[in-house]
C-alpha cells in the first residue's frame, strides 16, 4: 500500500481541497496521513474526517516588520526538524500540499529525502508560503489560465480545485424544507465566508425590501451577524453558519451572491450556479479575490461588483441583470474543463508515486 502524506493549513481553504481528494484516495488504496499545525483550523477538519493526524511547530513568514520576524523563524526550523522525523518514520510515496505556511517545513522536508511532492495553489497569483515551496516540487496545479504565466512551465498543470463531492449530491425540495421557503419565487444565495462580510451583509439587507418585491433570500452571514430585527420577514432567512445543508442551499438557489475566495468561486463553477462576485478590497487583503473575480468574470462564469462600486443602486441592478441572463452564465460554466480537478490531480499523485517505485 502507498502512503500519501496532505498538508496544508491556516484557513479552511487550505484544508477543505485535501477533504476533497479523500474518497478517491482511499477508493485507490492509499494510507493518508495529515501534517499541519499544533492547534490550526486544520487539526479539527482533518480528525473529524477520521484521518491521522500529526502537529508541528508553524511560524508565519511575513514581508512587513513585526516582532514576532524574530523568533517565527525558530518555529519553522522547529517544524522542519519535526517533518523531518515524521517523513523519516512513516516513508511516504508522495505528499501533496495544499499552501499555507505549516506546509513549508513539510516540503522541504520532503526535498531532503526526495519524496515527491505536489502543491495546489489556489489563487491567482502564489502565495509566498507556495513561492517558497515551488522550487522543491514535482508539480504545481493552479485554478486560473493566468496563473501558468507565474510557474515554472515544466510544473505548471491547470487543474480547477478539488470539490468536495457530496457538494454536488443537494436536493431542490431539501432546501426548500429546510428554509421553509417556497419553490415558486426565485431563491438568492448570500454567502459572506465563514466568518461573514459585514459590508456585503449589511449591502444585502439594506436593499432586501426592494429584493423581496422579487425574490427570497437564504443569508449565510457569519457568527455573530444575525439580524434579530429581521427574524420571521417573509421570504427571507438568515443563519451564521450552514454545514451539511449546505448542498441543499446551493441546490435550491437560482442565484448566488459571494466573495471571490478561490474555492468558494470552484465550487459555483462545479454546481454551474449562476452567481455575483464581491472580492474583498486590495485594503483588506492582498488582492488576489480581485484577481480570482475578474479571471471568472472574464471567463463568462460570474458576474463582480468591487467593493468601491457597490452602492444600493449598483447592486440591485445587478441582482437583477444576473438573474435576467443567467442561462448565459450557466452555458459558459458548462463549457469549462476545470470541473474534473480530482481526476487531473488524481492522476499526477498516481504518476508521480509511481515514479518512487
Do not use: W
Not at 516540503?107 to 522543491?136: F, Q, W
Amino acid at each position: 500500500m502507498k502512503t500519501i502524506i496532505l498538508t496544508g493549513g491556516g484557513t479552511a481553504g487550505h484544508v477543505t481541497p485535501n477533504l476533497a481528494l479523500l474518497p478517491s484516495l482511499k477508493e485507490a488504496g492509499y494510507d493518508i496521513r495529515y501534517i499541519g499545525s499544533y492547534h490550526g483550523i486544520e487539526r479539527k477538519l482533518i480528525e473529524a474526517a477520521g484521518i491521522p493526524y500529526d502537529g508541528i511547530s508553524s511560524g508565519k513568514l511575513r514581508r512587513y516588520f513585526d516582532l514576532k520576524n524574530f523568533t517565527d523563524p525558530l518555529r519553522v526550523l522547529k517544524g522542519y526538524g519535526e517533518a523531518r522525523k515524521l517523513l523519516k518514520k512513516y516513508k511516504p510515496d508522495i505528499i501533496f500540499s495544499k499552501g499555507g505556511f505549516v506546509a513549508v517545513p513539510v516540503v522541504l522536508a520532503a526535498k531532503h529525502y526526495r519524496i515527491p511532492v505536489i502543491i495546489h495553489e489556489s489563487d491567482m497569483t502564489p502565495g509566498l508560503a507556495n513561492k517558497l515551496c515551488i522550487p522543491s516540487a514535482k508539480k504545481v496545479c493552479c485554478n486560473f489560465p493566468e496563473t501558468l504565466q507565474y510557474l515554472p512551465k515544466d510544473k505548471a498543470v491547470l487543474t480547477g480545485s478539488p470539490i468536495r463531492e457530496d457538494l454536488l449530491t443537494g436536493d431542490r425540495l431539501a432546501g426548500l424544507q429546510y428554509t421553509h421557503l417556497s419553490a415558486s419565487r426565485p431563491i438568492i444565495l448570500v454567502i459572506g465566508g465563514s466568518l461573514g462580510s459585514v459590508k456585503v451583509n449589511t449591502a444585502i439587507r439594506r436593499i432586501l425590501p426592494k429584493l423581496l418585491d422579487s425574490f427570497q433570500v437564504v443569508h449565510i452571514c457569519g457568527k455573530g451577524n444575525l439580524d434579530d430585527s429581521l427574524i420571521g420577514t417573509p421570504g427571507y432567512v438568515q443563519y451564521e453558519y450552514v454545514d451539511k445543508p449546505l448542498k441543499h442551499l446551493f441546490a435550491a438557489a437560482d442565484l448566488a451572491v459571494s466573495r471571490a475566495g478561490a474555492n468558494s468561486i470552484c465550487e459555483l463553477l462545479a454546481l454551474r450556479k449562476p452567481n455575483i462576485l464581491i472580492p474583498l478590497s486590495a485594503s483588506a487583503s492582498r488582492g488576489d479575490q480581485i484577481l480570482n473575480a475578474r479571471s471568472f468574470a472574464a471567463q463568462g462564469f460570474s458576474a463582480v461588483l468591487e467593493e468601491e462600486q457597490m452602492t444600493d443602486e449598483t447592486l440591485f441592478e445587478l441582482i437583477q441583470n444576473t438573474y435576467e441572463n443567467r442561462r448565459h452564465f450557466i452555458e459558459a460554466m458548462e463549457k469549462s474543463h476545470l470541473n474534473n480537478a480530482i481526476e487531473t490531480i488524481m492522476a499526477l499523485i498516481n504518476s508521480c508515486s509511481a515514479h518512487q517505485d
